[in-house]
């Protein structure tokens, strides 16, 4: 199922250093979101875009920010590293309502701060 | 608010035992979307259904079955004869229909239950 990557899919980094996570679609969908799994917590929504330079914040947003300036690439950017931002990074895409399968996920990114 | 309730933690079944996983939902939308979603041990989402608040029938594919119910807020899954393959967590999740002018859809997660499968 090609049409989503994450990069990097392994990351170490220290605490208070920015980290960018970049998602890239070929699938020229205009939604994409970026969710962080966490034991006992699931998938839960950091940001999310709905168009070229519009986005907005989702449950977990602190901390965060995102840039979408154009339609295949959704960056995540951590600004200072923490600790407690040690999680798996998703990226979704959706294509709306058209979509029979609604929704489909990269591959994951591993980040570790130190 | 949107919500969605997986009560099982962990489920440990032995090998070509039914299972049945619950998933409770809660929207105040009337248009809406169940998915379920399966991560195996290598850590992807492979998706598995969808199914629109407007249709309530049941669906079976292969092993797998889904039974909706909006009168209870449940739409669970039951895997027939388990087999080991089926080690995962499986993932209930909810999103409302998406609004082009606006910004909603966003997909709402259970936190999963972790189903495995002994020989």
């Known amino acids: 199922d090609a049409g989503i990557t994450q990069s990097p899919r392994h990351k170490v980094t220290e605490t208070g250093t920015p980290v960018t996570l970049r998602c890239h679609q070929t699938?020229?969908?205009?939604?994409m979101y970026w969710y962080r799994q966490d034991p006992g917590h699931g998938l839960r929504l950091i940001h999310y875009s709905y168009g070229v330079k519009d986005t907005d914040k989702g449950e977990v947003s602190d901390g965060y920010s995102v840039s979408r300036s154009k339609t295949e690439d959704f960056l995540l950017t951590l600004e200072s590293a923490t600790s407690s931002q040690t999680s798996v990074y998703f990226c979704?895409?959706?294509?709306?309502?058209?979509?029979?399968?609604?929704?489909?996920f990269g591959s994951g990114t591993r980040l570790t701060v130190v | 608010a949107q919500k969605v309730t997986q009560a099982q933690t962990e489920i440990s079944v032995v090998e070509k035992e039914d299972v049945t996983l619950d998933c409770v939902y809660e929207?105040?939308?009337?248009?809406?979307?169940l998915f379920w979603y399966k991560q195996p041990p290598s850590g992807e989402l492979v998706f598995l259904i969808r199914r629109n608040s407007f249709d309530e029938q049941n669906e079976i594919s292969g092993r797998y079955s889904w039974n909706f119910q909006k009168s209870t807020s449940s739409f669970n899954f039951t895997i027939t004869a388990s087999q080991v393959v089926d080690s995962a967590v499986y993932f209930c999740?909810?999103?409302?229909?998406?609004?082009?002018?606006?910004?909603?859809?966003?997909?709402?997660f259970g936190k999963g239950t972790k189903l495995s499968v002994k020989p």
């Open positions: 929207t105040r939308d009337t248009t809406y979307y």
């Open positions: 999740a909810l999103s409302e229909a998406l609004n082009y002018g606006g910004s909603q859809g966003n997909l709402i």
């Open positions: 699938e020229n969908h205009r939604y």
């Open positions: 979704a895409i959706s294509d709306g309502d058209r979509g029979l399968r609604g929704y489909t």
